[in-house]
Every structure is written in C-alpha cells, then in structure tokens.
C-alpha cells in the first residue's frame, strides 16, 4: 500500500538558518503530494502541494518540488522564523484523491 | 477558500457517556469526509470515510458501532463517540474533500477529547 516516510524530530534551528525536511514516499501510479502543517493545538493547514512530477509547491517561503526519480518531496525555507515552529507533515493522495496518507510528522523547533 | 468548521474544540465527558462532533463545511459543497483520530506527537490515523447520504467505509480496527459517523447533508458530518471511556481520549479532526478527483483537502481545527 502507499506509504510516506519522513525524518523524525525534533528539528531545532536559530531564526534565519536553512531548513530542510526529507520526505519519500511508496506509491502506485502517480500520487498527489502534499505539506501541511500543524500549530499547537490546532488543526492541520495546507501548506502546499503538487501534483505531478517536476511541479514546485510554494507557500510562504517554503518550497517542495515533486521528484519522481527518487520518490521525493523534500520541505526547504531559506530563512526559517520562530513563527515556523509547529509539526510539519508529508502526506500524499492517490488519483482518484479518495484519501491521504500521511507521513509520522516532524516537529520543528526555531529558536532565536 | 473553503473553510470546515468543527466543533467543539475540547470537551470533557464522563466514563460512559456519548459525546458528538461536528464537522461542517461553510463555503462548499463537502461529498467526502474523513475523520482522523491524533495520539500525542503522532501522525494522524484515519478512522472513516464518509459519503454523502450512505454509510460511512471505516478503517480496519476501528470499531463502527463505537465511532458512529453520520454524514446526512453536503455540509455536515457528525462524529459520535459512544460509552467514551478513558482511552478513547484524543484529538479528533475531520477533514472534507470537495468531490472525487479534486486533490483538495480542507481540515477542521480538531476536538480535543479527555473522558474522564
């Protein structure tokens, strides 16, 4: 079955260092791929998407682009703020877009 | 954007006792929902999909007489937890998805349940 694996946490940064976030996924066909996010205590935000190979997701600074060669989705931001801190995850959804698979999620820690 | 609306954000219940979520979609017609339970510093599980007007499909190991997920309107959907008891305190957060083949995903902001 599908399946989306992601690197544990916590991550923790000072503001304005790079960020990466590594995602890889296991799927049939040719799924959707998606960031969202989740502040403490709320619920989860798309943070971006794409849905074919070679797409760029952006959004607020964050950027993934969809590798299908080594079934990748990897987060990056140039200059992470402490107001990125909350738990990140990785997810993808199948064609026919009945449901998400989603990643463990990885925790980000910015610090000033 | 669309915008799904769940409530309540937290409640507390006693041993026993059933409590119901709501999940409503504000701006948009939702023909699937999901419901994702959330353990602490976990990734979602989801627990059912539900369509509009029939019953909802739910996941192995999830106990459907326990969860009982209505789904009677394109905007609403409802979570009932039956005979709560202890471990079934989580996060709950529904999700709706606009019609088949649309990759868009739209999550409400979760129910905090503690039975104690």
């Known amino acids: 079955g599908d399946s989306v694996t992601q690197m544990e946490g916590p991550v923790t940064l000072s503001e304005e260092a790079f960020l990466t976030i590594n995602c890889t996924y296991t799927?049939?066909?040719?799924?959707?791929l998606f960031w969202y996010v989740q502040y403490p205590g709320e619920g989860l935000q798309l943070l971006l998407k794409?849905?074919?190979?070679?797409d760029k997701g952006s959004n607020k600074g964050f950027e993934a682009t969809y590798r299908k060669e080594t079934t990748s989705f990897h987060l990056e931001k140039g200059s992470v703020q402490v107001s990125d801190s909350a738990v990140y995850f990785c997810?993808?959804?199948?064609?026919?877009?009945?449901?998400?698979?989603f990643g463990t999620g990885t925790q980000l820690k910015v610090e000033l | 954007g669309a915008v799904v609306s769940q409530h309540p954000s937290w409640v507390i219940c006693k041993s026993g006792t059933s409590v119901k979520i709501e999940c409503r979609s504000l701006d948009f017609q939702a023909t699937t929902m999901f419901w994702y339970r959330q353990f602490p510093k976990q990734s979602l599980m989801l627990m059912a999909t539900s369509n509009e007007g029939s019953k909802a499909t739910y996941e192995q190991g999830v106990e459907k007489d326990k969860f009982l997920i209505n789904h009677a309107s394109l905007t609403l959907s409802t979570l009932t937890v039956t005979s709560a008891h202890p471990e079934d305190s989580s996060f709950y957060i529904c999700?709706?998805?606009?019609?088949?083949?649309?990759?868009?995903?739209?999550f409400g902001s979760g129910t905090r349940l503690t039975v104690v």
């Open positions: 999700s709706a998805a606009m019609g088949q083949g649309n990759y868009g995903y739209t």
């Open positions: 799927a049939t066909g040719y799924p959707s």
């Open positions: 794409a849905t074919k190979a070679d």
């Open positions: 997810a993808l959804s199948d064609r026919g877009g009945n449901k998400l698979t």
